[in-house]
Each structure stands twice: as structure tokens, then as C-alpha cells.
């Protein structure tokens, strides 16, 4: 290897060499040199002991040669057998590199300047280009293509309200919300569907919108008609730094009659609903009850607007001729099936044996109804606020079984006259309670 110039050296110039008097080789494996002269010139032993080098050894690149040298520490610790003390002057030849490894490297770092510049000379063409969020148009009135829009700036504060009504009427949801002062935690009802329901139902139109001579704003006079109801209201407006905003760009519907407070679902404009309170954007919205034993007095709500509360008492749930049935089969199958049972006092039924001083077998007992069927006609009351349905009608049947006293042995009849009353929850139709 010693007619080889070292890499990175000229050609045409001689050879590296070492200086004069060698050099000490600290890295493993390194590339050969001459033997360091020991001791060097000058050197003053040091207080660690000498390494194992002498001018009769070989030279570090030797197998086991080599140890690998003491870094520094305290001067009451003691180097590891093998340490050498580096001469006085002693030079380092580089370390010898593959010219591969070079190539390559020089390769490599072609490639990333030639990235840097076509990344470059893509930011330096696109520098005049705005990077905007779109807001997606919907010229059409369907519905808006996914994801969450942004309401433009609003310079002005009559500007704000007119970008307002813009989204709700080309049914975007998240950009009518953009443009208020905060976002509502539940937004079962303000989404684009819901609203392209309520344009379609009765569309918002007619927008007229007064600019307001208040610098500071406040509020900004609008009037627009929601189908045949007109609506006029002074909708709050506040400037947040350079643009303006809705003080509020939803309002709350009352659904707690509607849902019995959350017990009875409820269909809003396509979406089922169990919860007592939903944020709307002005609108109408169509209701329906989603239990067939249910139905609602009403079956729409108009929002006229977002400064007045929505009036919802018409929402008011009703038994259906399906709920009114299954009160009523619910109650003559629990008759059914209490006759059945062998039980002096069976768990949930109108009807039970007092033996009083007799002793008798409860195996042998057998009901008869006294007369037609009282449940077919007797009338069913229904409680909206529990969801609970009733009926009462008069009870009267016969029974017979075995039984023995002091007198002797023989068959008791039993006669039961009362009036009772079949309690059912509607959110479990098929549980009668009795009383």
C-alpha cells in the first residue's frame, strides 16, 4: 500500500510521510506507520507507568499491539495496563478513506443542492399566490362539499350579517358558525343536511340587511322571510381586531316536552334526537316522534330569528292507536297468564287466594272470568311527562280449589269483584304493573 497516494492528495506531488520521528497512531485499527523512536526526544516520564512500546516492538497496527489510551481522570486512579504516553510533537497521519465513500458523497450532495433549488424555485413561483382555506361554493343549494369552511373577513359590520344569511342560504353550516364570536359544544342540528331540510321545507329569502351608521356597531337591522313568515330583528354584531362578527349565529330549542326529557326520541329535520335542548340556525324544522307507541300534537317549528327564544309548547306527545293496542293487549295477556300460574299469590298479578283458616293445595287451582272482556273498551290515559299509559277496568272472576279443615275435606270456590288498574312505562311496553 505505500506506492498508493493518501486520498485527498494531489497527484503528481510525492507521497505523504510521516514527521520526522514518527508518529503515534491513537485509533484502532488504524492504517500502519513507522514505530514512534522511544523514549522521544525531550520526553520527561509522567507519573503513569510506560506503556509497552519499545524501538524492538512492533508497531500499533500489529495484532494486540494496540490498547486503547487512558482518557483523564483524577491522579490518584491508575491508567489500565497497556496505556502509552503519546510523544512530545508526535504527528497524526489521516485516516484513509475509501475514494468510493468520496464519490458518493460528492454524488449525494449534488442531489440535495439540486433539490434545494427546484424547492427553491417552487416557493419563489408561488410567493404572489394567497394560501387561503376555500370556502366551498353551492350555487345549487345542495349540500357543501366536506370539510370545515371559513367565513371570508368581514369588513364592515353589515357585512358580517349579509355573509350570515350568504351560508345559510347555500346551506353551509360551518360557515355561518365561522362567523360568530365562539362554536357550540353540541351540534346535533347545525350541520349543512339539517339546514338544506329546512330551505327545502321553507327557504330563508328576501334578505335585506341595513348598514348601520355606528362605527362601533352593536347591532345591525335585518328582515328576510322564513316561507310565509316574515321576520325582522337587530342582530348583535362585535369587532374582533380587524373583522366583524355575530354576537350569536345559533339559538337553543326547548325539546324537553318533546322528548319527555330525553326518554321518548324525537326525528328533528332527519336526525334522531333524545336530548332535552339543540342549537339551530333560524329555520323551520320538522318533528316526529321515533316510537310508533308516540306522536307529537305538532309537527313543525318555525325559529323566526336568534334573538327570541323558539316557542316549542305545541310539541306535545300524544298516545298513538299502536300505543293505546299495546296497553291494552299488554294488560289482558298479564291476565292470561297470572290465571295460569298455581300460586296463591303470584308476583305481578290482580289476583291471589287468602285460605284464611283453611288449608288447601295450591296445585289444584283453577280461574275462570266472570262475563265478556272489561279490557277491550276500558280506557287508557297517558301521562307525557313519565311516558306511563294506564287502564282500569272491573275484575271479577271465579276459582276453585282443593281444601280441608277441622270439618272435613272438599273444593272452595273463590270470587274476586274489584276494580284494578294496569300501569305500563312505555320505554318497557311489555311490563304491566297492577294496583
Known amino acids: 500500500m505505500s506506492d498508493q497516494q493518501p486520498p485527498g492528495q494531489p497527484s503528481g506531488e510525492p507521497p505523504y510521510q510521516p514527521p520526522a520521528g514518527g508518529w503515534y497512531d491513537p485509533i484502532p485499527g488504524g492504517q500502519a506507520g513507522a514505530p514512534t523512536p522511544y523514549p522521544p526526544p525531550g520526553y520527561q516520564p509522567s507519573h503513569y507507568q510506560q506503556g509497552p512500546y519499545r524501538p524492538d516492538q512492533q508497531g500499533p497496527d500489529q495484532p494486540g499491539a494496540y490498547q486503547q489510551p487512558w482518557?483523564?481522570?483524577?491522579?490518584?486512579?491508575?491508567?489500565?495496563?497497556?496505556?502509552?504516553?503519546?510523544?512530545?510533537?508526535?504527528?497524526?497521519?489521516?485516516?484513509?478513506k475509501s475514494?468510493?465513500?468520496?464519490?458518493?458523497?460528492?454524488?449525494?450532495?449534488?442531489?440535495?443542492?439540486?433539490?434545494?433549488?427546484?424547492?427553491?424555485?417552487?416557493?419563489?413561483?408561488?410567493?404572489?399566490?394567497?394560501?387561503?382555506?376555500?370556502v366551498p361554493s353551492n350555487p345549487s343549494g345542495g349540500l357543501p362539499s366536506s370539510g370545515l369552511s371559513t367565513a371570508?373577513?368581514?369588513?364592515?359590520?353589515?357585512?358580517?350579517?349579509?355573509?350570515?344569511?350568504?351560508a345559510l342560504t347555500s346551506n353551509d353550516a360551518d360557515a355561518a358558525l365561522a362567523l360568530g364570536v365562539d362554536r357550540p359544544d353540541e351540534k346535533a342540528l347545525l350541520t349543512s343536511a339539517v339546514l338544506a331540510e329546512s330551505n327545502r321545507i321553507a327557504p330563508i329569502r328576501d334578505v335585506t340587511v341595513t348598514d348601520t351608521s355606528d362605527p362601533g356597531g352593536g347591532t345591525v337591522s335585518v328582515s328576510y322571510r322564513i316561507g310565509a313568515t316574515a321576520v325582522r330583528e337587530s342582530m348583535p354584531v362585535v369587532k374582533v381586531g380587524d373583522e366583524w362578527r355575530l354576537g350569536r349565529t345559533y339559538t337553543w330549542l326547548d325539546l324537553a316536552t318533546a322528548t319527555a326529557y330525553g326518554r321518548n326520541p324525537v326525528v328533528v329535520n332527519k336526525v334522531r334526537l333524545s336530548r332535552t335542548t339543540a342549537g339551530v340556525f333560524p329555520g323551520t324544522y320538522a318533528f316526529a316522534?321515533?316510537?310508533?307507541?308516540t306522536s307529537l300534537s305538532s309537527r313543525s317549528v318555525t325559529v323566526a330569528g336568534l334573538t327570541r327564544t323558539p316557542s316549542t309548547t305545541a310539541l306535545r306527545l300524544q298516545l298513538t292507536k299502536v300505543g293505546v293496542d299495546q296497553v291494552r293487549n299488554a294488560a289482558r295477556k298479564s291476565v292470561t297468564s297470572c290465571m295460569k300460574q298455581r300460586k296463591l299469590h303470584p308476583a305481578g298479578c290482580p289476583?291471589?287466594?287468602?285460605?284464611?283458616?283453611?288449608?288447601?293445595?295450591?296445585?289444584?287451582?283453577?280461574?275462570?272470568?266472570?262475563?265478556?272482556?272489561p279490557i277491550g273498551k276500558a280506557k287508557v290515559r297517558f301521562d307525557a311527562a313519565t311516558l306511563e299509559a294506564s287502564t282500569s277496568f272491573?275484575?271479577?272472576?271465579?276459582?276453585?280449589?282443593?281444601?280441608?279443615?277441622?270439618?272435613?275435606?272438599?273444593?272452595?270456590?273463590?270470587?274476586?269483584?274489584?276494580?284494578?288498574?294496569?300501569?305500563?312505562?312505555?320505554?318497557?311496553?311489555?311490563?304491566?304493573?297492577?294496583?
Open 289 to 293: 316522534s321515533a316510537s310508533r307507541y
Open 152 to 166: 371570508p373577513p368581514s369588513a364592515t359590520a353589515a357585512d358580517a350579517v349579509r355573509a350570515y344569511f350568504a
Open 351 to 373: 289476583l291471589g287466594v287468602n285460605p284464611g283458616g283453611y288449608r288447601v293445595d295450591a296445585k289444584t287451582l283453577r280461574w275462570k272470568r266472570q262475563g265478556g272482556d
Open 394 to 435: 272491573r275484575f271479577r272472576v271465579n276459582g276453585t280449589i282443593r281444601c280441608r279443615s277441622s270439618a272435613g275435606s272438599g273444593t272452595c270456590t273463590v270470587r274476586i269483584d274489584h276494580k284494578r288498574t294496569a300501569l305500563i312505562q312505555l320505554t318497557r311496553p311489555d311490563r304491566v304493573y297492577w294496583s
Open 71 to 96: 482518557s483523564q481522570g483524577p491522579r490518584d486512579q491508575q491508567p489500565p495496563a497497556g496505556w502509552t504516553q503519546p510523544p512530545a510533537g508526535g504527528g497524526q497521519p489521516p485516516p484513509r
Open 99 to 134: 475514494s468510493t465513500a468520496l464519490v458518493l458523497a460528492l454524488a449525494g450532495g449534488a442531489i440535495a443542492l439540486v433539490l434545494i433549488v427546484i424547492v427553491a424555485g417552487i416557493a419563489i413561483g408561488r410567493r404572489d399566490k394567497p394560501i387561503t382555506d376555500p
